[in-house]
């Protein structure tokens, strides 16, 4: 992953399979229903809220992407193939935010216009996930433990919008509702010494073109040609930046010509014929400077306003300046809810559905005091009242940038497959500070430094008290 691209989830991940595109301009004069200037300026704030989280998702898949072979260790790489993470994250490597320790990632980018892929899941019985998104960030399907099971080998056939055709026998099909899908992949590692189990569930999961399913000898395809390299793909900006230095022209225009291959959502009607108002019409490219000058100014001004707006929701979804642990709940699947969508793209794209995964954020204490490593805390959990999940769970640190923090254990995180020492009431401390608690207490450290510091709680496959709200992480306690 990169640092540019990074979910509070984990997703925080990476790769560029989407090949550069040519986005043709329209030639014909904008034709504009009858509207007020300020009509179409609300029009043009709420088309950029709309339309972010697949600007956002394009510029990233195409820069994850645009390799021309994989490279053996890394997440990201060409199109149409699995690109495996083999280890966790060097701590000394400061280039991702917010990595973990729990899961190695096995993440693709597919571009199914010319045809669907075959995703064969393995058998296994430890826990892993295959969250595919939508170029929306809708979480279309989940293959994986809690989903499609443990033990159970399955092969899906992914296909495009408007793809139409047989499906073969054995495989069970999936439409995505756009043309790129992005997969982000996890399989649960417990420690390093846990890698060589992990490398073989990643090698059996595999992704074959349908012209190539069943030749080669079985159900994959030894070898893929090479992707050709884009030179005109910025690899070095930030996707957030590219998007945000767009001018109101090249955001609609390029929006425009993505919703051709990559419809928009059932129940965004209403949406879509606002925009019809001002000449801008699904399945069409469009050329702002085309439009009336009255209506381009104000279309301008509401595109500036709907940046504004996408950005103030993102801080504020991402708990910045805010208190106790925060999360959210109401991630994967959002609807007609635009700005929230858009929101957690700002802040964290590629969230997970929630009955997969949540990460609660902390930085301050139950004072309301930022975490300092100067001082030493306690998490205390009462007696049956450790993290409600199906799977696992864990606490992770970091400073105050987002890295891993260097420490003689060469501990970065916490959790539930440590050998945690209880209370003799049943209840658990986790000990939060650069010093040991003392040779007794060191299996429930978590080290820091002695400098700011933030806390990530993961929570994979969180049962219903949490996604109720019947159970909440409870606050870090300054001793």
Not at 267 to 280: A, I, N
Not at 435 to 460: H, I
């Amino acid at each position: 992953m990169r640092r540019w691209f990074v979910s509070l989830t984990a997703a925080t991940f990476l790769a560029s399979a989407v090949p550069h595109a040519t986005f043709a301009q329209n030639t014909a004069p904008v034709q504009t229903l009858a509207i007020t200037e300020q009509e179409a300026q609300a029009i043009g704030r709420d088309a950029y809220v709309y339309a972010y989280p697949m600007m956002l998702t394009h510029a990233t898949l195409q820069k994850l992407s645009n390799f021309a072979e994989p490279k053996d260790g890394d997440a990201f790489g060409p199109p149409n193939r699995f690109n495996h993470a083999r280890a966790f994250p060097n701590p000394d490597d400061r280039i991702v935010i917010r990595e973990n320790v729990d899961t190695l990632y096995s993440a693709a980018t597919l571009d199914l216009k010319a045809e669907p892929m075959v995703l064969t899941v393995p058998s296994t019985d430890r826990y892993f996930m295959l969250p595919m998104l939508s170029l929306w960030t809708d979480v279309f399907a989940v293959p994986g433990t809690r989903t499609t099971g443990r033990n159970t080998a399955r092969d899906f056939l992914v296909v495009a919008p408007q793809w139409q055709g047989g499906v073969p026998a054995g495989l069970e099909l999936i439409r995505s509702p756009t043309r790129y899908v992005w997969i982000i992949g996890r399989t649960q590692t417990n420690g390093a010494a846990d890698y060589a189990n992990v490398h073989k569930v990643q090698d059996a999961m595999k992704l074959t073109p349908l012209s190539a399913w069943g030749k080669d000898g079985g159900k994959g395809v030894s070898t893929l040609p090479k992707h050709k390299v884009d030179p005109a793909i910025d690899m070095k900006t930030p996707p957030p930046v590219i998007v945000d230095r767009m001018d109101a022209a090249t955001y609609l225009g390029r929006f425009a010509d993505l919703l051709k291959d990559n419809p928009p959502n059932p129940v965004d009607y209403p949406t879509l014929h606002r925009l019809e108002r001002v000449g801008f019409k699904a399945g069409q490219s469009f050329d702002l400077a085309k439009a009336p000058a009255s209506i381009r100014l104000a279309l301008e001004r509401g595109y500036a306003e709907g940046k504004a707006l996408v950005h103030a929701a993102g801080k504020k979804e991402a708990g910045i300046g805010g208190k106790g642990w925060i999360y959210t709940t109401r991630s994967g699947a959002y609807g007609v809810d635009y700005l929230y969508r858009a929101a957690v793209a700002d802040f964290g794209l590629g969230m997970n559905l929630p009955q997969d995964a949540v990460y609660p954020s902390l930085s301050s204490d139950g004072e309301g005091r930022p975490l300092d490593g100067n001082n030493a805390y306690v998490l205390h959990f009462d007696k049956g009242k450790l993290p409600p999940v199906d799977a696992f769970w864990s606490v992770t640190a970091y400073d105050i940038e987002g890295y891993f923090i260097p420490n003689t254990l060469k501990r970065y995180a916490i959790g539930d497959r440590d050998r945690l020492v209880p209370n003799a009431d049943g209840s658990l401390d986790l000990y939060i500070q650069a010093d040991s608690p003392g040779k007794e207490k060191e299996a429930n450290w978590l080290p820091v430094g002695k400098a700011p510091f933030t806390l990530l709680m993961r929570l994979y496959s969180p049962r219903e008290e949490f996604l109720e709200g019947k159970w909440a992480p409870p606050p870090v306690v300054k001793k």
